[in-house]
């Protein structure tokens, strides 16, 4: 049977994996040829099936093929697709209203989120929060508030880091294709700082922080520079998650000299590594947080949290945007959180972590290609190399992301040479489904050998 469009999603979708076609199917073939006539050849797509209906740990698509979500639409569908509270909220400020514009004609739902935000991100210092559309945007205005605070002009960032695809933001992303090639010139004063990467490096957190501020140090000067932008636990550039102790250092080194660290949680924050952030593993406390993706179970939210007085560094009038803090997404993101905090989420981000780095565990021990399992909670990823060397294997990351799309299981791969398969499910999906998925995985790897 056909998924209607208007198949109810949510957590009352049969959760299972069921193939009725090829992947493709027919009826997405169909809309592929659509998409190919009126969507930008730019505008790329993983795996393209067109989706009906999503909830729990499933999509389903216009074929009637329910797959297993292992992407959760790239780390946003947190709380589950189509989560109860978000669409029950997001219903009820519909009929009310969808906008006013937050800098015209104020309204509850954006302070309510800022005020979740000063009590959820790391810290107990006094917060306050601007909400936007997007995560590049959100980074970006960070970059502002860093530099209208600070009076200076450099950002520091890092090798392998992503934060987004607005000027500024290629700027600040390391990989070329497919982010920058071609899109130049970029936004000027940001220079880039070698990261924490263990299977590359073979550091100490401290000895990465020593090499990172180095250059921080002698080709920008502390005194230029208004602020370093990470990700606790890179995403696009690989789920690479620093050594112990390089993110402490890092901090102490940006206090000392008034630099003001600025962590992109992304892609990492809001349960999904089984704290609300990761910068809490190591009770790290950023100045500024950039947050967006999970915040509001698939709404588009992004917010900038940080200290008050940095804050309010910035002129009246000087943040905002049309959109930004739309009622519906500032519904979405109450009704997420309150999904997070009703179901525990971070227990069961730690619990599907254990889970899924036991299965990844395994594969490593029986395939050589697995050259490191790293990652944290529901965040988890295997780097593929040539067996005995760190030299990356894109090809085989895309074989075993291909064998499980058209075996009905949604993965993602990323890293900077695209050789990382990320494993980043909705914290809605069973133990017996994720555990299914992990065997479609297995079956991958010893189909591709
Ligand atoms: N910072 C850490 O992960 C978005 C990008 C997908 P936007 N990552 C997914 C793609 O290919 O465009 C991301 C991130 C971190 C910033 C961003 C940017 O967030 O909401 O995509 O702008």
Redesign the pocket.
């Given at each position: 049977m056909t998924a209607s469009p208007t198949s109810p999603g949510g957590p009352t979708l049969p959760q299972r994996r069921r193939l009725v076609t090829d992947i493709p199917g027919p009826e997405s073939l169909t809309r592929l040829e659509r998409k190919r006539t009126h969507v930008a050849d730019g505008v790329g797509t993983t795996l393209p099936v067109f989706v009906a209906a999503a909830g729990g740990g499933v999509l389903v698509d216009v074929d009637g093929n329910s797959l297993i979500d292992l992407g959760s639409g790239?780390?946003v569908t947190t709380v589950g697709n189509a989560a109860p509270a978000v669409v029950e909220r997001v219903r009820e400020q519909a009929a009310a209203f969808t906008h006013t514009c937050f800098m015209v004609t104020p309204y509850d739902g954006y302070v309510d989120v800022c005020e979740q935000l000063a009590e959820l991100t790391p810290g107990h210092h006094a917060k306050k929060s601007a909400l936007f559309?997007?995560?590049?945007?959100?980074?970006e205005n960070a970059v502002k508030i860093a530099r209208a605070a600070t009076g200076r002009d450099a950002v520091g960032v890092f090798d392998h880091?992503?934060?987004?695809?607005?000027n500024l933001?290629m700027a600040m992303t390391a990989k070329s294709m497919?982010?920058k090639s071609g899109f130049g010139p970029f936004a000027a004063e940001v220079y880039r700082a070698p990261m924490s990467y263990p299977l590359r490096d073979g550091l100490s957190g401290e000895e990465a922080a020593a090499r990172a501020v180095d250059v921080l140090d002698k080709q920008v000067g502390a005194a230029n520079l208004a602020c370093v932008v990470i990700?606790p636990i890179?995403?696009?550039g690989g789920f690479v998650v620093p050594a112990p102790g390089f993110l402490p250092a890092l901090a102490r080194w940006c206090a000392e000299r008034d630099v003001l660290l600025v962590a992109?949680?992304?892609?990492?924050g809001f349960c999904r590594t089984g704290d609300w952030f990761a910068c809490d593993h190591e009770a790290v406390v950023p100045d500024l947080v950039?947050t967006?993706?999970g915040i509001a179970g698939g709404l588009?939210l992004?917010a900038v949290t940080g200290r008050a007085e940095l804050m309010d560094a910035v002129h009246v009038g000087g943040l905002g945007g049309t959109y930004g803090g739309n009622p519906l997404a500032c519904a979405a993101a109450l009704g997420a959180i309150e999904e997070m905090r009703r179901h525990d989420l971070t227990t069961r981000a730690r619990a599907v972590g254990e889970v899924m780095a036991g299965r990844l565990r395994r594969l490593a021990e029986e395939h050589p290609v697995v050259a490191a399992v790293r990652g944290r909670g529901a965040m988890m990823a295997v780097e593929l190399c040539h067996p005995g060397t760190t030299d990356p294997d894109p090809v085989r990351a895309g074989a075993v992301s291909a064998y499980c799309h058209s075996h009905g299981v949604v993965t993602l791969t990323c890293g900077t040479w695209g050789n990382v398969l990320r494993f980043l499910p909705p914290l809605s999906i069973t133990d017996e489904l994720l555990h299914e998925a992990f065997d479609v995985v297995a079956e991958a790897f010893a189909a591709t050998t």
């Open positions: 790239i780390a559309n997007s995560g590049a945007e959100a980074v880091a992503y934060h987004g695809r607005t933001t497919p982010y990700e890179q995403g696009e992109d949680e992304i892609q990492s950039t967006a993706k588009p992004a």
